[in-house]
């Protein structure tokens, strides 16, 4: 079997296969049968390559990090934000994502959190999926994609893993537990701690760390989840009309903020009535 055959792991899959503690009437698995079964279809792709503003934000506003310490004079200099700003063509986005994403710029602007950092690792959000880590082991094999935003060395020397977010929504824990999970196979025989920092609100999360027995229940879950959505994967190419099926709808009042609510039969909203889209259920960051 080679690599790209083997099946695959990630946050975002882990969040599309599960819900969030919490999030589980708002769950639907037809999500995941459109975002990774039918991808390549016309509709479809229209809408997975169509950034929202939401998402255009945290895009920016990682990027707009990454110019800062590309440019670190920038970080001192009173036009900092300006030339950021210029660097981002944000005056080519809409007003309420330049609006917003200059807020966030003048926080970190103001209040630099890698400044003096030891950075491993900072990237500007936009560079597509990171190299697979192959996992091989007597029970189990699968890829697993980790896009770390940040990597650093902490004062104590245990390497720190920053993932970057904004608007209000909560943070989800199996995201850091996921980029601990890549440390082990990245970093091998560093101690590792991963956060969350959320660029908007200038708000830091507890510092996240895991035991080798928890990575271990980690990994198989997430092989798990991988061989899982592999089988749901064949089986609708075995049978396509069989897709709500394989990935059955939960519809709701959460239909107004699916991406997929003009092309879903199931949906509970018409995307033809004006609703707008609340920052704390965008996916953002």
């Known amino acids: 079997m080679s690599t790209l055959d083997r099946p695959f ?5 882990w969040s599309l296969v599960a819900p969030a503690i919490g999030q589980e009437r708002w769950h639907c698995q037809m999500r995941r049968g459109f975002i990774k079964a039918r991808q390549h279809e016309p509709q479809v792709k ?19 990090v990454y110019e800062f310490h590309h440019h670190r004079h920038l970080l001192n200099q009173s036009d900092g934000v300006a030339k950021v700003a210029q660097i981002l063509k944000l005056a080519n986005s809409s007003n309420q994502v330049q609006q917003r994403v200059l807020q966030i710029l003048k926080k ?10 030891r950075i491993v690792q900072l990237t500007p959000g936009d560079e597509g999926f990171p190299k697979p880590i192959v996992i091989e082991k007597e029970d189990y094999c699968f890829r697993l994609y980790a896009a770390m935003d940040c ?3 902490d004062s104590d020397r245990t390497l720190h893993i920053l993932d970057f977010k904004t608007g209000k929504s909560a943070f989800d824990r199996r995201q850091a537990l996921v ?3 890549a440390a082990r ?11 969350f920092y959320n ?3 200038a708000k830091k999360s507890d510092l996240i760390s895991i035991n080798k027995n928890e990575l271990k229940t980690l990994e198989f ?3 798990n989840i991988a061989h899982r959505h592999q089988y749901d994967l064949q089986k609708y190419q075995e049978a396509s009309d069989s897709f709500s099926k394989i990935f059955p709808p939960n519809p709701g009042y959460h239909c107004r903020f699916c991406p997929f609510n003009s092309i879903c039969e199931f949906t509970d909203f018409k995307p033809s009535q004006s609703h707008p889209l609340p920052i704390s259920r965008a996916n953002e960051g």
């Open 179 to 181: 980029y601990l999970l």
């Open 151 to 153: 990597v650093f060395i």
């Open 221 to 223: 879950e997430l092989a």
């Open 199 to 201: 660029l908007e609100l």
């Open 185 to 195: 196979y990245l970093y091998p025989g560093q101690q590792a701690v991963a956060s």
């Open 9 to 13: 792991a990630s946050y975002h899959l």
């Open 46 to 64: 229209a809408l997975l390559t169509t950034a929202t503003a939401p998402q255009r934000i945290g895009i920016l506003a990682q990027k707009g």
């Open 108 to 117: 970190y602007h103001d209040a630099p959190l890698l400044l003096n950092k």
